[in-house]
């Protein structure tokens, strides 16, 4: 398995994909879920929010073979959290 550094700056990589928003603005700033969404031009709810936490869990399975799954959070919760929070779940290391 990856180490936590490549682990998390993958992870970190592809949400800032999937939000439309770069690395600087996503994680410098530590925006709560509720500001991501009110930032990216690619969502409108906090639906478009599980889709892209989604699609950075199916990228972990493509590139790790790991399975990720988040327990519900609340749209205050700070984006490094949520980082953590799929590490956490890495490490734990469900096989696909």
Same mark, same amino acid.
């Given at each position: 398995?990856?180490?936590?550094?490549?682990?998390?700056?993958?992870?970190?990589?592809?949400?800032?994909?999937?939000?439309?928003?770069?690395?600087?603005?996503?994680?410098?700033?530590?925006?709560?879920?509720?500001?991501?969404?009110?930032?990216?031009?690619?969502?409108?709810?906090?639906?478009? @929010?599980?889709?892209?936490?989604?699609?950075?869990?199916?990228? @972990?399975?493509?590139?790790?073979?790991?399975?990720?799954? @988040?327990?519900?959070?609340?749209?205050?919760?700070?984006?490094?959290?949520?980082?953590? @929070?799929?590490?956490?779940?890495?490490?734990?290391?469900?096989?696909?």
């Amino acid at each position: 398995m990856a180490d936590v550094g490549e682990l998390k700056d993958f992870i970190c990589q592809k949400f800032c994909e999937n939000v439309g928003l770069n690395a600087e603005e996503l994680f410098g700033a530590d925006l709560t879920l509720a500001e991501v969404i009110a930032r990216s031009d690619r969502m409108t709810n906090s639906v478009d @929010l599980m889709e892209a936490f989604a699609k950075s869990s199916n990228a @972990l399975r493509k590139q790790y073979a790991i399975r990720v799954r @988040l327990p519900a959070l609340s749209l205050d919760t700070p984006i490094s959290q949520v980082v953590d @929070l799929f590490v956490r779940e890495c490490q734990q290391g469900r096989p696909v």
